[in-house]
């Protein structure tokens, strides 16, 4: 079966059965049978597949709680290299390594900011919320 980018637009009807887009009528004119991945067909007819939620709501929770621990893992990672570069400054080591060991710092400190926001966006307790500050 082929598979063609028929999505339907965000914040148009999901059917409550199996979560997916519900057909518009232009769709149901437009798109060519076999066609049409990702959208409910069958919401009037109850033929579409229904959702396992909890198992949903399990993957969701694990997602969660991996996203949380890489947060920890990478905050580590960016006092570890932001040491190296401060112990490198301090003993006259090299610019270089102490500039490469900021750059991984930084890094790290961009990548805990995008999956933050992300946490955030799904309803996760702000940074502020979760550290006191």
């Known amino acids: ?7 339907a637009p965000p914040g148009d009807v999901r059917c409550p059965r199996c979560d997916q887009p519900v057909a518009t009528a232009e769709q149901w004119r437009t ?3 076999g066609e049409g991945d990702g959208i409910c ?3 009037t007819t109850g ?6 939620w909890r198992a949903r ?13 890489l947060v920890e893992r990478l905050r580590d990672r960016a006092r ?23 750059d991984c710092a930084v890094e ?3 990548v805990i900011g995008y999956v933050e ?15 006191g500050s």
């Open 1 to 7: 079966m082929t598979t063609k980018d028929t999505n």
């Open 31 to 33: 798109v060519p049978e």
């Open 41 to 43: 067909w069958g919401q």
């Open 47 to 52: 033929s579409c597949s229904p959702v396992d």
């Open 57 to 69: 709501a399990l993957r969701a929770e694990t997602h969660r709680s991996n996203a949380v621990a």
């Open 80 to 102: 570890a290299h932001a040491k190296i570069r401060d112990d490198l400054i301090s003993r006259g080591g090299s610019l270089h390594e102490a500039a490469a060991a900021h």
């Open 108 to 110: 790290c400190i961009a």
């Open 117 to 131: 926001t992300l946490l955030e966006a799904n309803g996760e307790p702000s940074k502020k919320d979760r550290h």
